[in-house]
């Protein structure tokens, strides 16, 4: 286990679409395992592996809520529904936020670490997270879809996905 330097904006690798995981073997574990300790250590709330430098479909989410950490390999929202419209930040571009407008509720299918199918039930801010996670696996920013920026150097770090 390890805590994984987080690329920054604009990293080539944030752009690109990741590629599906077809292996679920021990590396994956360790990605998942260091992933989960990255986001941590970072006070972030969600991290994907291109986050990491990593053009894998892999994600953790952990809003503390009682939900806890969340694992999701090749994640796919399957259902969504609802609006609602708040801030948001990332770990990849830090000092900015910027209110962008989500799905409240969605449905989420994917795989653990082992392979077998897992689906999560989300909203409010943990399908907010989700919703955001997932745009990484596909090269879009939370930059590309808010409605207003923010400079937030000045303020202190709360977190962010």
Same mark, same amino acid.
């Given at each position: 286990m390890g805590i994984r330097l987080i690329v920054k904006d604009p990293d080539p690798v944030l752009?690109?679409?990741?590629?599906?995981?077809?292996?679920?073997?021990p590396n994956l574990k360790k990605l998942l395992k260091d992933m989960a300790e990255t986001m941590y250590d970072a006070e972030g709330v969600g991290l994907?592996? %291109?986050?990491?430098g990593i053009s894998k479909r892999v994600i953790v989410v952990?809003?503390?809520?009682?939900?806890?950490?969340?694992?999701?390999?090749n994640p796919? *929202?399957?259902?969504?529904?609802?609006?609602? #419209?708040? %801030?948001?930040?990332c770990l990849s571009i830090p000092n900015l936020n910027g209110e962008v407008r989500r799905a409240e509720r969605i449905v989420?299918?994917?795989?653990? &670490?082992?392979?077998? &199918?897992i689906t999560v039930n989300a909203s409010g801010y943990f399908a907010r997270a989700f919703q955001h996670e997932i745009d990484h696996l596909n090269?879009? #920013?939370?930059?590309? #879809?808010?409605? &207003?920026?923010?400079? *937030? &150097?000045d303020r202190p770090r709360k977190g962010g996905e």
């Open positions: 752009r690109e679409v990741a590629k599906e995981v077809t292996k679920f073997n994907a592996a %291109p986050q990491i952990d809003v503390g809520d009682e939900n806890g950490l969340v694992e999701m390999v796919v *929202i399957v259902e969504q529904e609802g609006e609602q #419209l708040g %801030p948001e930040g989420v299918q994917g795989q653990n &670490s082992d392979g077998e &199918s090269g879009v #920013l939370f930059t590309d #879809l808010a409605e &207003s920026v923010y400079d *937030i &150097s």
